[in-house]
């Protein structure tokens, strides 16, 4: 008989890496250090490694396009390039450093968690610190890596008497990095672009983690968020979008360490750094009260993943499992955090 309130997953037994693959003691020794001291450090590895490949990747293929015109070499790169990088990158991001972290890769994302989920307030900041960091490391390191060019780049526009006009502008060399606006762009139609922009990136976000969604299986997920990233680079970027605070402040606060303070970006800065927060909590009060059904039933793919982040749970807690056909969801809401896509 059905209890309000309370959903049964079937369980079923697992097998764990631990149990077909001998770990030498240093190993063991150090998983179980990890479980738990050194939890939190690990997946803040996690948030910074998953927004260092989104920045690093996307970046990258800004500094092709924007460096190349700048020089006069056309071909270099594209819109459609930058979207594609980007997208890849957030790929990479939720496929490598997702399962260790549940993937969120946003400040904005993770506010949502705290405000939907019950996630733990402090273990969010711990996370928005790693993601801005992951985002200003990124950048930095591909102003490393560009450095030569740059150089040039600045030298050549200074000597042509432009490079006050256009040094922190979408076209410029801060450009590649930090997000700009143009002098004579209409902030509000800007605020628009953002806030649009983010509130359906929201929605597929948590469309996808919604475990009644037969429409995204949790393989297909990372494909799909990434897929409306890079749809709304092609398409409204050039308006000008950030879509992620981590991202965006990480960048800022690196144009600041190299240029000073005329790379702060003026107004439009706070529109980049902020608007995506409240675009995605909208999004998710949205989905979660119109489109979201609890009377759904889970998918088998999704049963099938839910149980085997719960198993690892336990395994990795030292919980040893009593053979029983199900469990209740209600007691594992503790660990929903475990068990999320991005």
Not at 114 to 128: E, M
Not at 240 to 246: K, R
Not at 251 to 259: D, H, K, N, S
């Amino acid at each position: 008989m059905a209890v309000a309130g309370i959903h049964m997953l079937p369980r079923r037994e697992q097998v764990h890496l631990a149990d077909i693959k001998p770990r030498i003691n240093s190993y063991v020794a150090w998983e179980r250090v990890r479980h738990r001291k050194a939890h939190w450090l690990v997946e803040g590895a996690a948030e910074f490694f998953g927004v260092f490949f989104y920045v690093y990747l996307g970046v990258g293929s800004t500094a092709n396009f924007l460096l190349g015109n700048v020089a006069g070499i056309a071909g270099l790169s594209s819109m459609f390039q930058i979207g594609v990088a980007y997208a890849i990158g957030i790929l990479l991001a939720i496929v490598v450093c997702g399962p260790t972290s549940g993937g969120h890769f946003n400040p904005a994302v993770t506010i949502a968690h705290v405000v939907t989920r019950g996630f733990p307030p402090l273990k969010a900041l711990r996370y928005i610190a790693f993601q801005i960091l992951g985002g200003y490391i990124a950048c930095l390191l591909v102003y490393v890596q560009w450095g030569d060019y740059i150089t040039e780049i600045t030298e050549a526009l200074e000597h042509a008497g432009t490079l006050d006009a256009v040094m922190f502008t979408p076209n410029g060399p801060a450009g590649v990095f930090a997000l700009y606006v143009a002098p004579t762009a209409n902030l509000g139609r800007v605020f628009l672009n953002e806030f649009v922009c983010d509130f359906l990136i929201g929605l597929v976000i948590w469309s996808c983690i919604d475990p009644t969604n037969f429409s995204a299986p949790p393989a297909a997920a990372p494909w799909i968020v990434s897929f409306v990233y890079g749809g709304m680079v092609w398409g409204y970027a050039t308006v000008g979008i950030a879509t992620n605070a981590a991202r965006d402040v990480g960048a800022r606060l690196m144009v600041l360490t190299i240029w000073g303070l005329p790379a702060g970006g003026g107004s439009y800065a706070a529109i980049a750094a902020l608007t995506n927060i409240p675009a995605t909590l909208l999004a998710v009060l949205f989905y979660e009260y119109v489109l979201a059904d609890s009377s759904r039933v889970i998918t088998p793919a999704h049963v099938d993943y839910l149980n085997g982040h719960l198993a690892h749970e336990e395994h990795s807690q030292g919980v040893i499992r009593q053979a029983s056909p199900a469990t209740s969801l209600a007691d594992e809401k503790s660990r929903e955090q475990t068990i999320e896509h991005v």
